[in-house]
C-alpha cells in the first residue's frame, strides 16, 4: 500500500537543494497521489514534471494501480503554511479570522506569531456639488493562530 509518509519522503528527496517545498501530500484509498508544491519564488512547470518523474521510478503500476498528480498551489488556494505568507509580502491577501470577520489588504509583516495587514477603508463624503472620497488606511496585527483562511487577491 502506498502511504502519505512514503510519497512525503519521495518529494522531499527530489526537491532537496531546492526553494520548492511541501503543501499537502495525499493517498486515497483508490490509490491517487496528491503533491502540492509550493516556492519561495515560482513553481514552474518544469518542477512539478521532475517532481512526478522521481515519484514515479520508485512505484510500480504492476503492483499497485494509482494515479498521480503533482501541482502548485494555485492563487485560489488558501495560504497554509506560515512560509508561504513571505512571498506575498508587499501583495493584496483576503483574510478571515476566528471571528469571521474578512479583512482585504497589502500584507506588510509576517513573524511566526503574527502578520500585518494595512487595509485601505474608502469612505464617501457628501457636500453640495460633489461626492469625495476619502481613503484612510488602517494598520491590522492580526495572530497567526487567529487566521481560518488567506488567499492571495489578483488585482489588476
Keep these: 500500500m502506498i502511504t502519505v509518509r512514503y510519497i512525503n519522503d519521495l518529494v522531499k528527496d527530489a526537491i532537496e537543494g531546492d ?3 511541501i503543501v499537502d501530500v495525499s493517498v486515497d484509498l483508490n490509490g491517487k497521489i496528491r503533491v502540492v508544491l509550493d516556492s519561495d519564488s515560482t513553481v514552474a ?3 512539478c ?3 512526478n518523474r522521481a515519484i514515479e521510478q520508485h512505484l510500480d503500476r504492476d503492483e499497485e494501480d494509482f494515479s498521480l498528480e503533482v ?3 494555485g492563487l485560489g488556494q488558501p495560504l497554509t503554511m ?3 505568507y513571505h512571498k506575498y509580502i508587499g501583495k493584496a491577501l483576503e483574510v478571515t479570522v476566528d471571528s469571521g470577520t474578512k479583512l482585504s489588504g497589502k500584507l506588510k509583516t509576517v513573524n511566526e506569531e503574527f502578520i500585518e495587514l494595512l487595509e485601505e477603508e474608502k469612505k464617501s463624503k457628501k457636500s453640495k456639488k460633489t ?3 476619502l481613503d484612510t488606511l488602517q494598520l491590522h496585527k ?3 493562530n487567529s487566521i481560518k483562511k488567506a488567499t492571495a487577491v489578483v488585482t489588476i
Design 142 to 144: 492580526l495572530a497567526i
Design 49 to 51: 514534471i521532475s517532481v
Design 131 to 133: 461626492r469625495n472620497k
Design 82 to 84: 506560515l512560509r508561504q
Design 19 to 21: 526553494d520548492l517545498f
Design 71 to 73: 501541482t502548485s498551489a
Design 45 to 47: 512547470i518544469a518542477d
